[in-house]
């Protein structure tokens, strides 16, 4: 069993920036990470994933503008998101994957225009 504990979230204007955190109760190191996120009412998106080997994919509504990384020294996961936009509102979750998928609660994007 692994916790996985989000955080970094909160209220930005359009074109501003956050870092989200993903902070994983234990190593990381073999493992695919990623963050999905989910507007109200909408199903849950990828966002973005980092491999074990550090290679990664963005969705396409993100590209250019958010960036994906990992610390496996310190088991944690980061995204930071730049030129925000309204539509980039949601609960952004933290995602690991391998023999089991984990989740983390989630921590809150609001974008205003």
């Known amino acids: 069993q692994v916790q996985l504990v989000e955080s970094g979230g909160g209220l930005v204007q359009a074109g501003g920036s956050l870092r989200l955190f993903c902070a994983a109760s234990?190593?990381?190191?073999?493992?695919?990470m990623g963050w999905f996120r989910q507007a109200p009412g909408k199903q849950r998106d990828l966002v973005a994933t980092?491999?074990?080997?550090?290679?990664?994919y963005y969705a396409d509504s993100v590209k250019g503008r958010f960036t994906i990384s990992r610390d496996n020294a310190k088991n944690t996961l980061y995204l930071e998101m730049n030129s925000l936009k309204p539509e980039d509102t949601a609960m952004y979750y933290c995602?690991?994957?391998?023999?089991?998928?984990?989740w983390g609660q989630g921590t809150q994007v609001t974008v205003s225009s």
């Open positions: 980092i491999s074990s080997i550090g290679n990664t």
């Open positions: 234990r190593s990381i190191y073999n493992n695919p």
């Open positions: 995602w690991q994957g391998g023999s089991q998928n984990y």
